[in-house]
DNA sequence: AATAGCACTGAATCGGACA
DNA sequence: TTGTCCGATTCAGTGCTAT
């Protein structure tokens, strides 16, 4: 499989090839109906003002790349009904698109999505195990993106593999909620300098669930905005052909190097890093959440010490504010404390270590 | 605290009642900026025909589908705008809202909540520790649903309370998608035939997390689709007031029999952990003036950098003079620097923090 | 040869009080 | 409104180097 940059020639369907150029004159220069599926990386419109640093004063990286603003909310939403609208002609009548995108666009994208006709099957959480934290404590950390998931029209009988993704989940159906890494180490490009090759390149084994689920060997993946081509190297691994565009040149020639390198299915690429096996955390404010315990309930320790319940899933006692770890530790004036064990509640007239509660919760989440 | 349903008088807050009516129509009978958070779980059954209608109100016929759905969305996207609208009047300039909904609505109600001027600060992913399977095996299973969190304008000071949400994290900062399970048991409200109450009612546990993280007590919380009174519940008990306002007697009724069980937490409970911000400030030049540093005394940096106090409280060293954060910062050659854990100061042979210092000044003022 | 420690990084709409 | 200055704030990793 070579792998070209060219123009191409009206009415022939070009694949495996990186096209170069505006990807809404590229894609009305394609021959409708003739595309299986589209996945898209558009630009977010992130909005970035200042600049943001690190608790240890490093810097953040920001995307702050031209291609990434918009004049207002109004030109974004232009582009995206343009470029929804080209991308929707040349799908073939049970073709499907997935498009991903944060917060930031989703939104607009989700409604120019139906406003052209699409029809939504599923929106997808990618849950990131490893986003970049809040470092100024102002909000929640942003950990995921969300991906949507449409067919051409209602009604079309789009591709779903339903038995392959439960495969990939270890024979349970697979849910709307995915938890990968983001893209580091060896798989994230670099440039001529050694600096990140494009700024958000996407993991494969993203790319790998969405291809697995929703084409078959031998369809047609078009990806509009190509980047570092991400939706290429997975589409050639699994047998798919894939048609790229892209409109900067330095990324055209980060993808083709990489194209030209990729031969099969490598297992081992795709492998997901696992998060630890171990039992999963229980948060103790989760049982005051879910109102297992009440705020103002009493806790005891075998010893008699007693402390009480807040809203946050935090004790006090006397003098004493903290995480069930810590009250326990100060009371026995200890260097550290198991709360889960020392402390307990009554339960039909007997004393019960809250651990019990954890083990509940445990169990429904192995039951899921 | 009782609970009443009437109709509001016209520029009085009434509190801790159900109003009945269309909710645009009551919110706009009530004062503006006078509530400080707003929970929304806006319809999204009115997809097609059934419940719209065109602008000129003639017959649906499903002839032509592409313009029956953009009449459908259209009338939808108006209703968002008109009750988002709405609902911003009544916020304090510092107010939030917060939106649930999924795929069918959120992208539409998203994009509505920007247009209307809102500032979208996260989307927060309810990840369902049980949600219902797919039964055909034709897409994912739909496990999670999304809310957009907002303030009523860019730039505006929203509440959040960081340290308390962190603590219900098992001391981990607080990511954007929660594992919550759905309300079921004994938590779900049954009418007199048995069957459930409402068809979405909303996990305690949602509302506790949102209440707690983005209001204080005292806080007033309103729901213009307060249903079953799933957020009035969790407000009372929160020490929260609630306005809650539902258009189906049935529902009011249901709700208000469930107020009247509830009861507020202690206190002592509500209290969560504060941030360090909220500390009261000590300028530096007190340690000095009470003697716990003397003028001339050295302090250094963990790095080995060296300064020296004087008597205003200023700190000089090789070429530079300021105060512990500009001396500190002009050292490191960094953009800022907390002084306060960058200065040691020798105690007992050992080098300890100024921080400490701090520490101790502050014990003492809330000892008095 | 393991291992510990350190530096670095990731689609981020990331102050606030007071003069 | 604008400017000044205090001083609070991070998680899960990868990869290189020193021991």
Redesign the interface.
């Known amino acids: 499989m070579k792998t070209k940059t060219k123009q191409p020639e009206a009415g022939m369907l070009p694949l495996n090839e990186i096209l170069a150029g505006d990807c809404i004159e590229v894609m009305n220069s394609l021959p409708e109906a003739s595309v299986d599926l589209i996945f898209a990386d558009p630009p977010y419109n992130l909005q970035l003002k200042g600049d943001l640093?690190r608790p240890d004063?490093s810097k953040v990286d920001a995307v702050d790349d031209a291609w990434d603003r918009f004049a207002s909310?109004d030109s974004y939403d232009r582009f995206s009904a343009d470029w929804l609208a080209a991308a929707r002609r040349l799908l073939k009548p049970n073709g499907a698109i997935w498009v991903i995108g944060?917060?930031?666009n989703?939104?607009?994208?989700?409604?120019a999505?139906?406003?052209t006709?699409y029809w939504?099957?599923?929106?997808?959480?990618w849950?990131k195990s490893n986003?970049m934290?809040?470092f100024r404590?102002?909000?929640?950390?942003?950990?995921?993106e969300?991906l949507?998931?449409a067919s051409k029209s209602?009604g079309a009988k789009y591709t779903?593999n339903?038995e392959a993704?439960k495969q990939l989940n270890e024979g349970i159906?697979?849910?709307?909620?995915w938890v990968l890494p983001i893209c580091t180490g060896h798989e994230r490009l670099k440039d001529e300098a050694g600096d990140k090759a494009h700024p958000t390149q996407k993991p494969e084994s993203l790319l790998h669930r969405v291809i697995v689920?929703t084409t078959n060997p031998g369809d047609v993946v078009l990806d509009p905005f190509f980047g570092t081509g991400t939706t290429g190297a997975v589409a050639k691994k699994l047998g798919r052909d894939f048609i790229g565009i892209e409109r900067e040149e330095a990324y055209r020639k980060v993808a083709e190097a990489r194209l030209a390198d990729v031969r099969k299915y490598d297992r081992e690429s795709l492998a997901v890093t696992q998060s630890k096996r171990s039992e999963p955390?229980v948060?103790?404010?989760?049982l005051?959440?879910?109102?297992m315990l009440?705020?103002?309930e009493v806790l005891t320790s075998p010893g008699g010490k007693v402390a009480?319940?807040?809203?946050?899933?935090?004790l006090?006692a006397d003098q004493v504010?903290?995480?069930i770890h810590q009250v326990g530790a100060a009371l026995e004036h200890a260097p550290s404390c198991n709360g889960w064990t020392y402390w307990h509640f009554k339960r039909d007239g007997k004393s019960v270590p809250i651990d019990l509660l954890r083990q509940q919760i445990r169990a429904?989440?192995r039951?899921?």
């Open positions: 640093h004063n909310f944060s917060y930031h989703i939104f607009r994208v989700g409604a999505l139906q406003n006709g939504i099957l599923n929106d997808v959480v849950r986003p934290p809040n404590g102002k909000r929640l950390t942003n950990a995921h969300t949507i998931w209602e779903f339903y993704l159906q697979m849910r709307s909620d689920a955390r948060p103790f404010g989760q005051v959440e879910r109102g009440r705020p103002g009480k319940v807040r809203a946050d899933g935090t006090v504010a903290g995480s429904e989440m039951a899921n």
